[in-house]
């Protein structure tokens, strides 16, 4: 059976640097930073007080105040995101179609900081205090679920979780479902809003994030010889995936082709990179595109700003793309928004695809 070409036909966003493509792509072209003060819980008493916080945000001017009360922040992420991207897309659901279109949002953590308050709700005034809606609002997959209702959307309807590489990995499968005739249209990314004191105690005391706190716009800096960890952000970042031909007969706007995806696993250790498993994922995406590794211009890395990581993703890059690899253009955007975890791969594949 022969694969179908998949191509993206809208974009959604919820970033450190804009919410909505119109403000965030703009700031990523400028080189403006989204990475502020932490003001989302006190961390005077952390390591690292810093992170890439989306501004100004208030769900209730996309959601209803009643489901908004009910969800947890990365939920309201990546729904406004999918919402952007579903819009931009110009598709319209029938009862014919609806059946084909699915949706593919994940997170790497999920409702942290709702478990986190609902747990202290609990301490102070026992099980009363539990919300009936607290589960719900706080697991990975209700993203794609509450999109779904939204639009009315009968496809596949999942999440993956594969923390840092979520994002991606939805984006990817959901492709290779269209490619291979699960659906036509498949509404995928990743979310994050893990910016709480758990989540931050926790990467800090791994040793993980920058504690360059009198300095948070610089903080995060890819491969610069003095970087010391990365930077938490969050957000989300969701695009519509699509059938060619399908796409074609219905006029739409076409961003660019997703002609290949690979993936690997390191089997190495549990946090520590290896150099060969991104090597591996590398280039099983080019053999997936039928292209050599001289056609490929732009990699945006994962580049988090972290001593080894950054060290090794050069190495596996230099390994996959041969002598071609000194004429590529690496950057990573990490350096603006700071490290999304599992809503990463959806915003970087967003800027990816706006950059050509």
């Given amino acids: 059976m022969s694969k179908r070409r998949v191509v993206v036909t809208g974009l959604g966003m919820v970033s450190p640097v804009g919410v909505g493509i119109a403000a965030a792509w703009p700031n990523i072209v400028a080189g403006k930073s989204g990475i502020v003060k932490i003001s989302h819980f006190d961390a005077s008493q952390f390591a690292c007080q810093i992170a890439g916080e989306v501004p100004d945000f208030d769900a209730t001017q996309y959601l209803p105040a009643k489901d908004a009360r009910r969800m947890g922040r990365f939920i309201h992420f990546g729904l406004v995101a999918g919402m952007e991207a579903f819009k931009d897309s110009g598709i319209e659901v029938t009862e014919q179609n609806a059946p084909r279109i699915g949706v593919n949002i994940g997170s790497g953590i999920g409702g942290l900081p709702m478990i986190e308050d609902t747990h202290n709700d609990y301490l102070a005034a026992g099980p009363r205090k539990i919300s009936p809606f607290f589960i719900p609002g706080t697991i990975i997959n209700m993203i794609s679920g509450n999109l779904s209702v939204m639009y009315g959307l009968q496809g596949p309807n999942l999440a993956m979780v594969s923390a840092c590489s979520t994002g991606t990995h939805c984006i990817g499968e959901s492709a290779r479902m269209i490619e291979y005739g699960d659906a036509d249209v498949m509404v995928a990314g990743g979310s994050e ?43 989300a970042g969701v695009m519509v995936l699509e059938e060619y031909e399908h796409a074609k007969a219905r006029g739409a706007k076409i961003y660019a082709e997703l002609s290949g995806y690979g993936m690997s696993g390191d089997a190495y250790h549990i946090t520590s990179p290896n150099t060969d498993g991104a090597r591996r994922s590398m280039q099983n995406a080019l053999k997936n595109a039928g292209l050599n590794a001289s056609d490929v211009q732009y990699v945006n890395a994962h580049g988090t700003s972290t001593p080894v990581g950054d060290k090794n993703e050069t190495a596996a890059i230099k390994l996959a793309f041969g002598d071609h690899a000194s004429r590529l253009v690496v950057n990573s955007t990490k350096s603006m928004t700071g490290h999304l975890l599992g809503g990463a791969g959806g915003i970087e594949s967003i800027f990816s695809v706006l950059a050509i």
Avoid: H, M, Q, Y
């Avoid at 989540?199 to 706190?213: E, I, K, P, Y």
């Fill in 193 to 235: 809003a893990t910016i709480s004191a758990l989540a931050v105690g926790g990467f800090s005391a791994a040793r993980a994030l920058s504690t360059r706190n009198d300095d948070p716009a610089t903080a995060c800096r890819p491969w610069d010889k003095d970087r010391d960890g990365f930077i938490i952000g969050e957000g």
